[in-house]
């Protein structure tokens, strides 16, 4: 099986589109949802002369977690230094030294020649060699470049530390017979190349991206970029896994990405982007929305399909058990969203309580900070914690962390009654993201910090449990 890396250079193509420029809030909103859909780099621009670009960069350092951050860097040595000033602090941190390698870009764009770029690109990439492990080059407009011309380049970024080389078709009209071509010849040009990862970045103006990345991968290529940027003329994100999604066990070809936010997450992506993304994440949104209902008649299939539009993966088994619960409700009853959200809280990967609650005390009111205090019992052990929070419920949630020792991403938290009146049961529903998998649980209580809190912890012993038994 081929592992490829996926990444996604959406943020950089908008520090260079003024007209698609994403704000600084939009921006870093990307960056995590490209994380949470476990994209392995993240690629984002850097004017040296601009302070709002160091403070992103540090902001986005800080902030993504597992990602790597790629920044990238000018063929000078003080650009390279406020680059790396900026993504230093990251836990993965990338500089990728670009240069153009084709005559047109060279000449008429950057004024420079052959003679002049090669010393260049020697001298940069072992200055940022000299600050990190993780340099890439990038030879831009490479399907145009003189062969020899590039072949020493290439040489010349490898021997000097660079890890990651990448190969551009700018002009995105290339067969994938040609591509694959290329990609041969170059390897045969520059055997180097067998020692650091081959990247690839193509753009899509006849619309054979995908099918050119995958000859290319074929050839040789580990690391794909893609764009999940409204408009972008680079090979799509979206696009590109949904292919890999489809075909990729058939071809031999794995990722890290997680396929089931796939959809939900590219419509997140398109309406940061683009008024175009807005309409198409709009309708998406609309499908999962909770009032969005399944037709009573569909089959194990559709349910399945459905399922994973809510962000969901289950077992077969699970799936048929969910399947004969949503038979029996269908009979009396339009079946939504929730009703699914319920049931896989309910069903699916269902085990015997780690965590159990014993005691909690809830401190709130207009005038004074929201705390709780929470007992969980482990195994016959009581464990206490108190907390501030945004909330009773969130401090709740917080003082069981601090037993629990773990921070689970809250992706949902739903609260509805069961019954009518002054005692009306409270219906909680929390969904929490670990490791990429969403996990569902649920909680009925006549106290709704109680039913909030039983929820919470049903979702964690579920990651519990499957953590145990992998």
Request: charged content about 25%; proline content about 2%; some cysteine.
């Amino acid at each position: 099986m081929i592992k490829i890396a996926i990444a996604d250079i959406s943020l950089r193509e908008s520090d260079q589109n003024n007209a698609a420029r994403l704000s600084f809030k939009e921006k870093l909103e990307t960056a995590k949802l490209l994380e949470k859909l476990r994209v392995d780099v993240i690629e984002t621009g850097f004017d040296a002369d601009s302070p709002a670009d160091a403070v992103f960069i540090r902001t986005l350092a800080t902030t993504i977690e597992t990602s790597t951050i790629s920044v990238s860097v000018a063929l000078d040595k003080a650009a390279a230094d406020k680059a790396w000033d900026a993504l230093s602090k990251a836990k993965n941190p990338r500089l990728n030294v670009a240069a153009p390698t084709s005559t047109v870009q060279m000449e008429y764009r950057r004024q420079m020649k052959p003679d002049t770029l090669l010393p260049l690109v020697a001298e940069i990439t072992a200055y940022c060699a000299a600050k990190t492990s993780e340099v890439e080059f990038t030879a831009v407009d490479s399907t145009r470049s003189n062969k020899d011309f590039l072949a020493s380049v290439l040489k010349a970024a490898i021997n000097a530390g660079a890890k990651y080389i990448t190969l551009c078709d700018s002009v995105g009209e290339m067969l994938p017979e040609e591509l694959a071509a290329f990609i041969d010849s170059v390897y045969q040009a520059v055997p180097e190349l067998n020692a650091v990862t081959l990247s690839i970045h193509l753009h899509d103006n006849i619309g054979l991206a995908s099918a050119a990345a995958l000859a290319c991968v074929n050839s040789g290529a580990r690391q794909v970029k893609v764009s999940s940027g409204d408009k972008s003329a680079t090979l799509s994100l979206e696009q590109f896994l949904n292919v890999i999604k489809i075909r990729g066990e058939t071809l031999g070809i794995s990722y890290n990405i997680n396929d089931t936010a796939l959809q939900r997450t590219s419509a997140q992506l398109l309406a940061l982007s683009g008024a175009g993304g807005a309409i198409r994440a709009a309708d998406a949104s609309e499908k999962r929305s909770d009032d969005a209902a399944i037709p009573e008649d569909a089959d194990i299939n559709a349910l399945r399909s459905f399922i994973s539009d809510l962000g969901y993966d289950v077992s077969e088994d699970d799936l048929g058990h969910i399947f004969a619960q949503f038979k029996e409700i269908a009979r009396n009853k339009k079946v939504v969203s929730r009703d699914i959200d319920a049931l896989v809280a309910e069903t699916a990967g269902q085990a015997a309580p780690t965590y159990q609650l014993r005691n909690y005390v809830i401190n709130s009111g207009s005038a004074i900070t929201a705390t709780a205090f929470v007992e969980l019992s482990k195994e016959g052990v009581s464990k206490e914690s108190l907390s501030a929070g945004d909330g009773p419920i969130d401090a709740a949630f917080k003082a069981a962390e601090q037993i629990l020792g773990t921070h689970f991403e809250l992706e949902d938290f739903q609260l509805q009654a069961v019954t009518g009146g002054r005692e009306a049961t409270g219906d909680a529903l929390v969904k929490l993201r670990h490791s990429g998998k969403l996990y569902s649980g649920r909680g009925v209580s006549t106290d709704v910090i109680g039913a909030s809190i039983r929820a919470f912890l049903s979702a964690v012993n579920k990651i519990v449990y499957e953590e145990r038994n992998q």
